[in-house]
């Protein structure tokens, strides 16, 4: 195996022109291949680290799956990560700042906790729907790594405030974080005013299946003021219950 590691660590380091980033490319893909085959490659993890600045999709994806796999076990990679995942959550591409707060969610490394709750706050609150629906489910990461934390924070309120956003995607996995905080916490229990619940109905024409799937399940935590609120809402949601195969 330390031929392999050696070879792709001069793969890693080359300092040949590279412009397209074609050759990081391939070594990263023999990195992650070794990777899945149970070969451990975390010996690389500065040279892999390093290729967090390459502006390339594909090779920051290829650089979050060796972290995930092996940052959560040893926290001296997570440790040298955080100043490349500060860079990525400030970068200019929405799709590069949801990765680096996905990932950052998956690794529970103090560090890089301490170092993902303010940009969590930001990316709540992100111009763009796909960083704020990322960063939504990043809330319920984290609240299974540290429920005090995420309760200290004021992040359920943020998330909360979510189920008032214009994108549906961002509403139905609002709701899903929130859901889930409720089946797990003793003491926090999801309640919608009729006020919400109406929001969510509207965002079911406009959501995906899973999306409908999460708020369907979320409206059994409405609770109706009057008898005509109840009708209302089973009137609103009755053409979602009906399968088109039933018979």
């Known amino acids: 195996m330390f031929w392999k590691v ?3 660590r001069l793969e890693l380091t080359s300092e040949k022109k590279d412009p397209r980033h074609q050759r990081k490319k391939v070594a990263m893909k023999k990195v992650v291949a ?3 085959m149970g070969n451990d490659m975390s010996a690389l993890y500065h040279e892999v680290i390093a290729c967090m600045h ?4 594909e090779v920051k994806k290829m650089v979050y799956l060796f972290l995930i796999n092996y940052a959560r076990a040893r926290a001296e990679i997570a440790n040298h990560a955080v100043n490349g995942f500060e860079d990525d959550l400030n970068d200019a591409n929405p799709l590069t700042r949801a990765m680096a707060i996905r990932t950052m969610g998956y690794i529970y490394v103090e560090r890089v906790i301490e170092s993902l709750i303010d940009p969590l706050r930001h990316c709540l609150r992100d111009r763009d729907p796909y960083v704020r629906k990322t960063a939504a489910m990043a809330v319920l990461k984290l609240y299974m790594f540290d429920r005090s934390l995420v309760e200290e924070e004021k ?5 909360k405030d979510l189920l008032a956003d214009s994108n549906p995607s961002v509403v139905a996995n609002a709701v899903a974080a929130l859901t889930e905080v409720s089946e797990r916490s003793p003491h926090i229990k999801l309640k919608l005013n ?3 619940a109406g929001k ?5 024409n ?3 299946e899973w999306g409908q799937i999460y708020i369907l399940e979320s409206l059994m935590y ?4 009057t008898s005509e609120d109840a009708e209302t809402v089973i009137e609103r949601i009755l053409p979602r219950l009906q399968h088109g195969n039933s018979g």
């Open 222 to 225: 409405v609770t109706p003021q």
């Open 194 to 196: 009729m006020k919400i």
């Open 54 to 57: 390459i502006p390339d999709l």
């Open 206 to 208: 406009e959501c995906n």
């Open 155 to 159: 992040f359920l309120d943020m998330l």
């Open 34 to 36: 070794n990777m899945t």
């Open 200 to 204: 969510l109905i509207t965002a079911l």
């Open 6 to 8: 050696h070879d792709l």
